[in-house]
Nanobody, 126 residues
Framework: QVQLVESGGGLVQAGGSLRLSCAASGRTFSSYVMAWFRQAPGKEREFVAAINWSGGNTYYADSVKGRFTISRDNAKNTVALQMDSLKPEDTAVYYC???????????????????WGQGTQVTVSS
């Protein structure tokens, strides 16, 4: 099983960019589906983006499509989330998550993922 550690959060003005990174331990990283979720105060954890084991397939929430890009480097055991054109409503704690197997129907559901990082705060000021 992998362990996940996020980094790269911070405070940015609306329209700016941030790049989040998630470092994974374990030799089986390349076999996991990786995803980013976020949770704002008082709200449920929501799906942001996911990427399959090879990096060949990516999936996004409608709210971030065209602004965020998920990528992975299996040689370095990392997954990244490039966030551009940030909006105040993107403010949340962002979590990296891993799952051995998810379907297209379940990949957007938090309980489908069995390994989570500690989260990193992203704050977008208006």
């Amino acid at each position: 099983q992998v362990q996940l550690v996020e980094s790269g959060g911070g405070l940015v003005q609306a329209g700016g960019s941030l790049r989040l990174s998630c470092a994974a331990s374990g030799r089986t990283f390349s076999s996991y589906v990786m995803a980013w979720f976020r949770q704002a105060p008082g709200k449920e954890r929501e799906f942001v983006a996911a990427i399959n084991w090879s990096g060949g397939n990516t999936y996004y929430a409608d709210s971030v499509k065209g602004r965020f890009t998920i990528s992975r480097d299996n040689a370095k055991n990392t997954v990244a989330l490039q966030m551009d054109s940030l909006k105040p409503e993107d403010t949340a704690v962002y979590y990296c998550a891993a799952a051995r197997q998810v379907s297209l129907e379940t990949m957007r559901i938090a309980v489908s993922y069995d390994t989570w990082g500690q989260g990193t705060q992203v704050t977008v000021s208006s």
